[in-house]
């Protein structure tokens, strides 16, 4: 199957399936599709609690756990999904795995590592290592695109003895990477700019362009550029789907563009919606904070009247440590609500928890989609590369385990 033929196909699951997974589980007072799927709701609704992140942390167990009863549902309904598409998804969808059996590449030996890696954080650095041992091997070279540090270029200059052009628009990180490149004798020379102002002139023919979690639109603007000058060669991991800059995302390719689906900013933050490395105290502070902004939430709906849900700010981890009734009076403070009267602070609170049990099990449903969202978005990407005549390859570079944004387009004129 093509590549567009597997985006044509997605894009008519993704269509059909939209009032499961474009919910705004905050703002919904009840399952919104429990009446049309019984089956899932009353799946959803037997879970522990307890057992909901673990569920919801692998892909696979969550398609195991949900899928039969929403197969059960569309079968009552005589209703005809592509369902099978949620199960074939290739990046973030693959059975549970050993990942300790899993090796990361070691591309510096045992004296230069230590320095190279000082100051990244573990998996950060197993990830850019995962990066640089799927590039190809030649002399071609290499444009790093919002490089940061440089920390992947530099790895790159190291351990494949190739020139490297690093782009960053931060003058304090180009200062930072040129000190360790001129440091190290590195062939990697930094580029101060804004990649959104224009840079096409940095992008040649006899190139090859990389980019490791280049936000939104940032790696959008390189697939464009890129087009434009026919690179010879890309290499990127998209990430951070919704930091865009238009309201509703911009289909790349012919296919996406013909699509229904207009997708929104909060609609992009979907396949963003897992994690797999919180530990158990912030998985804690984390449901806390759903319980008092969603009871905080029903207690500004009174004092408003008006139904409605009101966004609050983010809030400081050290806030969670203090009163429930100290949160509502700070949010009730940033969004100008008037409270009044002697309140029932353990009443909203209880209030919010149960809200909380609701907003987990939508959001759970929802993320049956989010791997299937991310396949659209990357095949739209790679739709719009073969669309310029390049070849091109989706893979995985990396364990789900060490980033669950381990997809990888590699393209070549």
Not at 135 to 161: F, S
Not at 318 to 345: H, M, P, R, Y
Request: glycine share 4%; aromatic share 8%.
């Amino acid at each position: 199957m093509t590549a567009e033929q597997k985006l044509k196909q997605i894009d008519t699951l993704l269509t059909q399936s939209q009032m499961l997974w474009r919910c705004r589980s905050f703002e919904c007072q009840d399952l919104p599709w429990q009446q049309e799927f019984p089956a899932l709701a009353k799946l959803v609704w037997q879970l522990d609690d307890e057992l909901l992140d673990k569920i919801d942390a692998c892909q696979y167990t969550l398609n195991k756990t949900l899928l039969p009863a929403l197969i059960a549902d569309l079968t009552a309904q005589a209703k005809d999904w592509p369902i099978e598409l949620l199960e074939q998804s290739a990046i973030g969808n693959a059975k549970p795995v050993d990942t300790e059996a899993l090796s990361t590449p070691q591309l510096l030996d045992d004296t230069d590592e230590p320095h190279f890696s000082a100051h990244i954080k573990g998996r950060k650095w197993q990830q850019i290592n995962a990066f640089v041992a799927q590039l190809p091997q030649d002399n071609t070279p290499v444009l790093e695109w919002c490089a940061g540090k440089g920390h992947l270029g530099r790895l790159i200059a190291k351990a494949q003895h190739r020139e490297v052009v690093s782009l960053e628009w931060q003058q304090s990180l180009c200062s930072a990477g040129e000190q360790f490149a001129k440091q190290w004798q590195l062939p990697q020379r930094f580029i101060c700019a804004d990649a959104f102002a224009g840079q096409s002139e940095q992008l040649h023919r006899d190139q090859l362009a990389v980019a490791l979690h280049a936000c939104g639109d940032l790696h959008v603007q390189l697939l464009k550029h890129a087009t434009d000058a026919g690179t010879k060669q890309l290499v990127v991991s998209p990430c951070c789907y919704h930091l865009i800059r238009d309201k509703q995302y911009q289909a790349l390719s012919k296919v996406a563009q013909a699509s229904e689906l207009k997708l929104s900013r909060a609609d992009l933050q979907l396949p963003l919606q897992q994690s797999v490395i919180a530990n158990d105290k912030h998985k804690a502070y984390r449901l806390q904070e759903m319980v008092w902004r969603l009871g905080f939430d029903a207690l500004q709906r009174e004092a408003r009247q008006t139904d409605s849900y009101l966004p609050v700010p983010a809030i400081k981890q050290s806030q969670l440590n203090g009163e429930f009734s100290d949160f509502c009076k700070w949010a009730a403070e940033a969004k100008s609500v008037k409270l009044t009267g002697d309140i029932d602070w353990q009443h909203y609170c209880q209030l919010g928890e149960q809200r909380q049990k609701l907003t987990r099990r939508i959001d759970l449903v929802a993320h049956l989609f989010r791997t299937t969202l991310e396949q659209w978005l990357l095949l739209d990407r790679v739709c719009y590369l073969e669309e310029h005549g390049y070849q091109v390859n989706l893979s995985e570079f990396c364990a789900n385990s060490i980033t669950p944004r381990n997809a990888l387009i590699t393209a070549f004129k």
